[in-house]
């Protein structure tokens, strides 16, 4: 299954400018996009209007295409979206529901409003917390949770309306290193054992380095570069779209400069000290 | 320009939290100092102790020397500005030109005086362009470089900005390095609270690590990363930027810095 | 999805005292179930607001002193049983402003009486106004308390699973139980921005006056946080399914039955009964 922009320009209601301008990308099940620029770029747009929620809920004007599974987002009504391509923004709290008193009733609310029985939702709502280790907290408040566990209830609950397609836009950056580290090992493990697709957008390339296989860089609401992840985030060019390389790329550069051994030795030394 | 000192102050949240355990604290006027230390660790209460926003329950503060005692929050604010995590806590004008000059005006500026600060703080965080447009049309991370403008205006001699960086992207972390960078410069102290280890290792000649209300290390990037003070960290949940690890793996002294490992390697080649 | 880790916390088991049979086979944990506990916490939600309802228009549907009295009566036997009379008292401080200005002035200025008890300075207290002042107090209080024994029995989150049971609109049962939800975190959100401002200069510390200035730029960030909070959380529900037509699926079910089923039927017509009676004159007692 296949989620594809093509010749994608967007522009919102009442703007001056188009936010994104002519994006061809793609992304096919089973496979992790990272999406690197700088800020203002366009990111969150093509987030928006990746997963169809722009224009069919953000208004603003959309020409070329953005099909999944060959249909057009704009063909689709929003909860019909929701169940092919869940998104995910970086304020946790602002994005749960605030009506429910557990993390369980946060997880259903999604497949409740579907109508599904209720052993179904049960059951997704069990899978789901399962799926990002946070079964335990499923008796929790919402309201009280730390950063990066109210990012994981609230990743639960779009998981919970099992969509093939998943956007991420930049969901560690208001996070501390802790609630950093808690939602990039979700992320990981949910590559390893679902085939769902994922699109993440953020700053900490450190994470898409171990996250994801290609990489492109949107600047100015176009996509300026793309590729294999290594080549992308190894681009010498990247600093001056106002990217930061991984650490893992700045310090192999340090090394190389101060010709300390090969380029074999240092992946090597690199590797050593990942975590 | 002034020193700034905490005295044994401690401090517990009307729940009962104890969240500053008789924190002891010298800055000397113009240091760059970063607290760093995980969320709870009490960093982010021990900065609002500065600018009276919360009340020592024991021992002082002290401004140049003088206690800060009961004065009031908006008189210190003359001596401390404080730029908050959230942006949006503090915005509230229909206008970026009026959102900064909301605090130089608080303190008595008028004219073509409160007129030339504002537009040189927004020159400073790279929104001299958008003067005139409403706060809210700004994404996250322009709005945080807003509201440290907001605290720029006020020419305080100590400024403390609350996680500056969190969300921005190269540029704008280079913006704020500039920002610190020029305030030391101008002989005013800057303090910041920070969970980015590489954006302190850069920019602070000082570090001051919190764990449980306490301070449990003190001192310049290259001594508070060193190997030796490895186990320190970890246990206020805190990793040494990959400088430092790659550093001392290849036996060159502490490294906190990319520049600064380079600059190792070669003296020991 | 596969792989799991960890596990919902357990007590899974069907509860016998749950009449959501359908709930807890399934396998929804207690936590979920939260069925309340306690001699009238534990009736049905609706049940206990048509009580608060009949109880609000006898109070001051019924003429004279029977009405209110007796609906005072039933409160307070009400706030003994469920455990809630301490909790009362706050409620009952708080009608005090309210009964004290109802007391003086219809004791003072009720118009065209002319039975005068007592005198204080130039102001003379009738009987006339004496009476309607007692009765008005009563009235005032009997419908705060019974408002109160209700909000005290029940949690907000049963009422609204309830009425959503019943039928009520998924977007009504959102809007209510999010403005609800959303007064805590305003009120720590409002601190927040206070102190931003303080920290800006502003001078809140003081003279009235000062503290009065303090609302503009208090204002603002709360508005507009409140409103950009809005959209960006409409924007998430969608993302969630919110608007999709089929009928959403009841989770929690309040136990109900058929005493209770009655008990509503009898109240509500009793209170047609006794209030229609009254209005038309013909309510027998005093």
């Given at each position: 299954?296949?989620?594809?922009?093509?010749?994608?320009?967007?522009?919102?209601?009442?703007?001056?400018?188009?936010?994104?301008?002519?994006?061809d990308l793609e992304i096919s099940t089973g496979s992790v996009l990272g999406v690197v620029g700088p800020n203002e770029a366009g990111k969150s747009t093509l987030c928006l209007v990746a997963s169809g929620l722009a224009p069919v809920v953000?208004?603003?004007?959309l020409s070329g295409?953005?099909?999944?599974?060959?249909?057009?987002?704009?063909?689709?009504?929003?909860?019909?979206?929701a169940q092919r391509c869940g998104i995910l923004f970086q304020d946790a709290q602002a994005q749960l529901s605030g009506t429910a008193s557990t993390v369980f009733e946060e997880v259903a609310f999604g497949p409740r409003n579907l109508g599904l029985s209720l052993p179904a939702v049960i059951e997704r709502v069990e899978a789901c917390l399962g799926a990002l280790g946070i079964a335990s907290l499923a008796d929790r408040d919402p309201a009280r949770l730390s950063g990066g566990q109210a990012q994981l209830v609230a990743l639960a609950a779009i998981l919970a309306l099992r969509p093939d397609f998943l956007i991420l836009d930049e969901p560690t950056s208001q996070l501390d290193p802790q609630g950093t580290r808690l939602v990039g090992d979700a992320l990981r493990r949910l590559v390893r054992e679902s085939r769902t697709a994922i699109l993440v957008v953020e700053h900490k390339t450190a994470l898409l380095d171990r996250l994801a296989d290609r990489v492109v860089v949107v600047d100015e609401g176009r996509i300026v570069r793309e590729g294999p992840t290594a080549d992308v985030l190894g681009d010498a060019a990247l600093p001056g779209h106002g990217v930061e390389p991984p650490p893992r790329v700045r310090v192999q550069s340090a090394l190389a400069a101060a010709g300390l051994g090969t380029a074999a030795e240092t992946d090597r030394l690199m590797a050593e000290l990942a975590t | 320009m002034i020193a700034v000192e905490i005295r044994g102050v401690a401090y517990s949240y009307p729940g009962g939290v104890r969240a500053l355990d008789r924190v002891d604290l010298a800055i000397g006027p113009g240091e760059a100092l970063a607290i760093i230390g995980q969320n709870g660790s009490g960093k982010s209460t021990l900065v609002r102790h500065l600018n009276g926003l919360l009340r020592p329950d024991e021992g002082q503060v002290?401004?140049?020397?003088?206690?800060?005692?009961?004065?009031h929050v908006a008189e210190l604010a003359r001596l401390v500005g404080l730029a908050f995590q959230d942006p949006d806590r503090q915005i509230f004008a229909g206008s970026v030109r009026r959102e900064v000059a909301f605090g130089p005006r608080n303190l008595g500026l008028r004219g073509a005086e409160l007129d030339g600060r504002v537009a040189e703080a927004l020159e400073e965080v790279g929104l001299a362009g958008s003067a005139g447009e409403n706060p809210y049309d700004l994404g996250y991370s322009r709005r945080k470089l807003l509201s440290i403008a907001s605290v720029l205006a006020m020419r305080t001699p100590v400024v403390v900005l609350d996680e500056p960086t969190t969300g921005q992207d190269l540029r704008g972390v280079a913006r704020v390095r500039a920002i610190v960078a020029a305030r030391t410069a101008e002989g005013r102290t800057v303090i910041t609270v920070s969970h980015d280890m590489r954006f302190v290792a850069e920019t602070f000649g000082r570090v001051v690590v919190m764990r449980a209300g306490r301070i449990v290390l003190d001192g310049t990037p290259a001594e508070v990363f060193a190997e030796v003070n490895w186990p320190a960290l970890a246990d206020a949940y805190l990793e040494p930027p990959l400088a430092a690890r790659v550093g001392a793996r290849l036996r060159v002294g502490s490294t906190p810095t990319e520049a600064s490992l380079v600059h190792a390697l070669a003296a020991r080649a | 999805m596969t792989g799991s880790s960890g596990t919902v916390p357990p007590d899974r088991g069907p509860d016998p005292s749950v009449a959501n049979p359908e709930g807890s086979a399934a396998g929804l944990p207690a936590y979920v179930l939260r069925v309340p506990t306690g001699t009238y916490r534990s009736l049905n939600p609706f049940t206990k607001s048509v009580v608060a309802l009949s109880s609000a228009l006898v109070a001051f549907g019924v003429r004279g002193w029977t009405g209110p009295l007796s609906v005072l009566l039933l409160t307070a036997a009400i706030a003994l049983v469920a455990g809630v009379s301490r909790s009362l008292r706050r409620f009952v401080l708080a009608t005090i402003p309210i009964v004290v200005s109802i007391l003086l002035i219809n004791a003072f200025l009720y118009p065209g009486a002319t039975d005068v008890l007592f005198r204080v300075g130039p102001f003379a207290a009738t009987g006339t106004g004496v009476t309607v002042a007692l009765q008005a107090t009563l009235r005032v209080v009997a419908f705060a308390l019974s408002v109160a024994v209700f909000s005290l029995t029940t949690a907000t989150?049963?009422?609204?699973?309830?009425?959503?049971?019943r039928g009520t609109g998924r977007r009504l049962t959102f809007v209510v139980g999010s403005a609800i939800g959303m007064i805590p975190a305003m009120a720590s959100r409002a601190t927040e921005i206070v102190e931003a401002q303080r920290a800006r200069g502003l001078d809140t510390e003081g003279s009235v006056r000062r503290r009065i200035r303090g609302i503009v730029p208090l204002a603002g960030p709360m508005v507009f946080g409140a409103l950009s909070e809005v959209e960006e959380r409409t924007v998430a529900l969608e993302a969630r399914g919110f608007s999709a037509p089929a009928r959403r699926t009841v989770m929690r079910i309040l136990p109900d039955s058929g005493a209770q089923r009655a008990l509503r039927w009898l109240l509500g017509v009793g209170t047609i009964v006794v209030v229609g009676a009254s209005i038309a004159g013909r309510f027998p007692l005093p």
């Open positions: 299954m296949t989620l594809r922009l093509s010749a994608a320009t967007y522009r919102y209601a009442g703007a001056r400018r188009d936010a994104l301008d002519s994006v953000v208004s603003g004007r295409s953005v099909t999944i599974d060959g249909r057009e987002t704009t063909d689709m009504r929003p909860h019909e979206l | 002290l401004l140049d020397g003088s206690a800060v005692g009961r004065r | 989150d049963d009422f609204l699973a309830d009425l959503e049971r």
